[in-house]
């Protein structure tokens, strides 16, 4: 979250003096900028290309505020983790598709995700009980 939020892109154009809305599409003018953001680009295919290894996702879906921002990169990021993703390793496919319903669509997406995973994997009343007592970590 650190090197790949919007955070941290702000911190990138106010050190290069662009207004954080036109970040992506002034590093064509600006050397310096352009190392900079293919940095933040690489940050993030790393970070992509973990949460893959970790979780092997079916498909991945990228969207959000930073991916939709004007010039984002978004076909050197996809070489990018397709370059470092597990998937030669693992044998299974990579699909990643890019969000086209907007930050909303979440709130529909996260309740669905969680049923089709208490589906797989039940949890007892007694498990929901004993992680209410626990205090947060």
Not at 16 to 34: E, K
Not at 37 to 60: C, H, K, M, Y
Not at 93 to 114: D, I, K, N, V
Request: charged fraction near 20%; hydrophobic fraction near 45%; proline fraction near 7%.
């Amino acid at each position: 979250e650190g090197y790949v939020s919007g955070r941290a892109l702000q911190t990138i154009a106010s050190r290069h003096g662009v207004p954080i809305d036109a970040v992506f599409t002034s590093g064509a003018d600006a050397p310096a900028l352009a190392q900079e953001l293919e940095t933040f680009v690489r940050d993030q295919a790393f970070v992509i290309g973990t949460a893959i290894a970790l979780f092997s996702p079916e498909v991945t879906i990228l969207g959000g505020g930073l991916c939709e921002m004007a010039g984002f990169p978004k076909a050197r990021l996809e070489q990018l983790v397709a370059a470092n993703a597990p998937s030669a390793e693992t044998g299974r496919p990579m699909t990643l598709c890019w969000a086209e319903l907007g930050w909303r669509s979440a709130l529909f997406g996260a309740p669905h995700a969680a049923e089709e995973h208490l589906k797989r994997h039940p949890i007892s009343a007694r498990q929901i009980a004993r992680a209410r007592d626990r205090p947060p970590s």
